[in-house]
């Protein structure tokens, strides 16, 4: 079974604080990506990576950056968290090969910016 | 990509089957349709897609209209554990970094 996790299901900071998001998938997929998800709004595409160092904005990245050092990790940043980045994150991964543009998703973290 | 368009909420009897409708009327000729489903507090998980032909996995069918600008996910005998978001998304086939973009979906509720 393909298995994404990511580093917290729940978590808190505090405003200008600078928060990791961790992003493991076990499957060798080359493909990864940064979601976050809110009332009302759906799920919105932050950043996407389809190689090791390579990186692609989403839709909206303003706040964020990503790091891809190796094939299996994909990490999200908020270099100054602010109030409005709270929200629940989900971290996706898809292969290259097949036919199916199929994506396997993480549990999510729920991040909480006081 | 193209976008879609879905009802925000149906009600669906347990053993009955669901009927999901999807509009996407400026899908072009190699986008596909594929239907992922968000059960509440985890991450969305891949149900069923199609280009033009009709599809059924052992989750669901799919059913997509010869002008391709519908689609109907078909949960034969829905349990209360269907109960979930369900996205109809349209995309190109698998390229480096191809990104689905998610919609509203359609919240489904299975009652007893």
């Known amino acids: 079974d393909v298995k994404v996790t990511q580093s917290s299901r729940y978590l808190v900071k505090r405003t200008g604080e600078k928060v990791f998001l961790e992003c493991v998938q076990d499957?060798?997929?080359?493909?990864m990506f940064w979601y976050r998800q809110d009332p009302g709004l759906g799920l919105r595409l932050i950043y996407f990576s389809y190689d090791v160092k390579m990186k692609e904005k989403g839709d909206i990245p303003e706040g964020y950056s990503v790091s891809r050092e190796k094939k299996e990790r994909f990490s999200l940043i908020l270099e100054s968290a602010s109030t409005n980045q709270t929200s629940m994150y989900l971290c996706a991964s898809s292969p290259f090969s097949g036919s199916v543009n199929e994506q396997f998703f993480g549990p999510g973290t729920r991040l909480t910016v006081l | 990509d193209a976008k879609t368009t879905q009802p925000p909420s149906m009600d669906c009897a347990e053993g009955r089957a669901a009927n999901l409708p999807c509009n996407h009327s400026?899908?072009?000729?190699?986008?596909?349709v594929y239907w992922y489903r968000q059960i509440h507090s985890q991450g969305p998980q891949y149900i069923i897609h199609g280009l033009k032909n009709n599809e059924t996995n052992e989750m669901a069918s799919l059913i997509i209209t010869e002008d391709r600008k519908s689609s109907t996910l078909i949960l034969p005998h829905a349990t209360l554990r269907d109960t979930a978001v369900y996205y109809c998304?349209?995309?190109?086939?698998?390229?480096?970094?191809?990104?689905?973009?998610f919609g509203g979906g359609t919240r489904v509720l299975v009652k007893p």
């Open positions: 998304i349209v995309s190109y086939l698998k390229a480096a970094g191809n990104k689905l973009t």
């Open positions: 400026t899908i072009s000729g190699n986008e596909y």
């Open positions: 499957m060798d997929h080359e493909n």
